[in-house]
């Protein structure tokens, strides 16, 4: 069997199981969540967390050589957020053409010590290395008071579901630069230099409020449906509750609104539970926008007072290049 | 200015005067030594350091597949062996062409897990991602006392200049390779299947004989430059001092011995300096060979009674594509 007939979930999951059992202060292993946890024998846990970007992949051509390094950092740290943890640290291995510009990589370097600097953390190491194309592996730190660690698998039946931000907005900038629609600098800079949550995972983490929580950037279709596996549980959510930036809803159309803001992934935002008696104390956290609640059993979504199955789907690798 | 024409240490050097000044709590940052070393509260360090390794770079096509998740594991345990750190977890970036058999990927695995298993660790989490070349990106993670860590910036005059291991083994079969002449497994392994330092560091470390520490994949000779750099201090190495394995004695003709032992790099031993008081006390934590003593300046190797300069000259990425 190819890589391509499994798709990444299946993958990792399988990955997963071939390796050995982890250790007592191994808290939650490869595959199991957004981060890796380790016990450090401290009052808190330590988090990892690792991702693999590349330039025909992941950086649209419009992407500047700074947004490529903001990005780069962003989506590591968009991971510790869903943890509610605070970033102590990142490396970043840089696969690099030996033809590239120094002025360019000069650019992709600011760019990951801004976001760095913005979410009060810093780049502590890296590597370099000559390859065809420009590849940026990253892998931030960071920590969470052991009481406060919040995980995928803690939604519990009644919960209200809850997201930080609009949603969609990374998509709509895709479908913009595809179509050729001008669309303004602030969509756009969700698609190219989105903002992790890290602030909002600390606050959520810190109301005691939330019961499970995951960042979206692969899509909320497939987070609420990661989640529900982690939590044993179902989730029902409202189309017209789903927040929209207003520019969004003059740009796209009928059914390009549900795809951009469920399915197209992008947005650096948390997906989140929050126990019904707690939820002032998570709106004092940070702004959010409740979505839905959840369920015994299966992902559905209520359109114009109609309940449907909401589909497994969204982005991921392998299976995309289909 | 193009990557090409800098190399990889100036690059790297470039880069860390990029970026922001790292805070209190970071206690070696980018560029500073094989590791970044974070201080975390507690009574140890940590530490953290990454790698990217190629299939066409890194990844003679005479690798198997379980050699590849071996060597992508031990290329960065190497780094924390060489601050004498004690292993706490690999996360893996994988960059994978979808067109991949899966029970290639289930043997990459089973290397990766195996190398983490046999120095008391473990792979803990990771990314996989589709690319057109199967791309490798480690991190691993070590705590090593407080007062135990060692850099590569303590070197005295009048140390002695110690490796442990043989030198040249990975050399001599890379050059066994090219020429197809047979070689034994046990050198072809030195190569494909190289054994990080992890119990030597550790050993080393808590024998606090040791002065400066690091490791010597990118070849003794260009090792020698850094460390002579970070310390402030100069080296003298005997030609007729270097540990060589018996079978590479008769493999290898005249310059061929030096190029391997010196230049070549892809030996995964240490390079460290004692205090002549203490030798004793490291030649207890393990075998090691002195090659050498640290001098006031320059790096020279001392060759049938004369002495020369040591070019600064080994595997240095952007630079050998030329």
């Keep these: 069997m190819k890589i391509r007939e499994l798709g990444e979930r299946a993958l990792i999951e399988h990955i997963a199981r071939l390796l050995s059992r982890p250790v007592n202060k191994v808290i939650e292993g490869a595959g199991e969540d957004d981060c890796a946890v380790l016990d450090i024998g401290t009052d808190r846990y330590l988090l990892v967390t690792t991702d693999m970007l590349h330039r ?12 490529i390094g903001w990005m780069s950092v962003a989506v590591n740290l968009s991971d510790l957020a869903s943890k509610g943890a605070m970033p102590l640290g990142v490396v970043m291995a840089m696969g690099i053409p030996p033809d590239t510009e120094l002025s360019f ?15 009060g953390t810093q780049i502590i190491g890296g590597d370099t290395d000559s390859h065809d194309e420009l590849t940026m592996a ?15 698998s803690g939604a519990k039946v009644g919960d209200f579901v809850c997201v930080t931000g609009n949603l969609g907005s990374a998509g709509a900038a895709l479908l913009a ?15 190219f230099e989105p903002a992790p ?8 983490a810190n109301s005691r409020a939330v019961t499970s929580m995951m960042d ?20 029902k959510i409202y189309e017209n509750r789903l927040p929209v930036h207003p520019e969004i809803r003059t740009l796209l159309k009928g059914r ?14 948390l997906l989140f539970t929050v126990a019904p008696e707690k939820l002032d104390k998570a709106k004092k956290a940070c702004p959010l926008t409740v979505i839905g609640e959840v369920i015994e059993m299966g992902v559905f979504i209520e359109k114009a007072g109609r309940v449907e199955e909401l589909e497994a789907r969204g982005y991921e690798h392998f299976k995309k290049l289909d």
Tied chains: 1, 2.
Aim: net charge negative; aromatic share 6%.
């Design 105 to 119: 990589i000069e650019e992709v370097v600011r760019g990951m010590d801004e976001c760095a600097s913005t979410y």
């Design 256 to 269: 390009e609104h549900l795809e951009a803001s469920v399915f197209t992934g992008g947005d650096f935002e």
């Design 177 to 191: 630069l595809d179509k050729k629609i001008p669309v303004s600098q602030e969509i756009l800079k969700a698609l």
């Design 138 to 152: 990253g892998t931030a730190l960071g920590t969470v008071k052991k009481e406060l660690l919040i995980r995928r």
């Design 197 to 204: 949550r890290i602030n909002e995972g600390m606050a959520l």
């Design 56 to 67: 025909k992949t992941d950086f649209p051509s419009r992407m500047t050589a700074q947004q």
């Design 216 to 235: 979206i950037s692969d899509g909320l279709a497939l987070s609420l449906h990661d989640m529900s596996k982690a939590s044993g549980v179902g989730f």
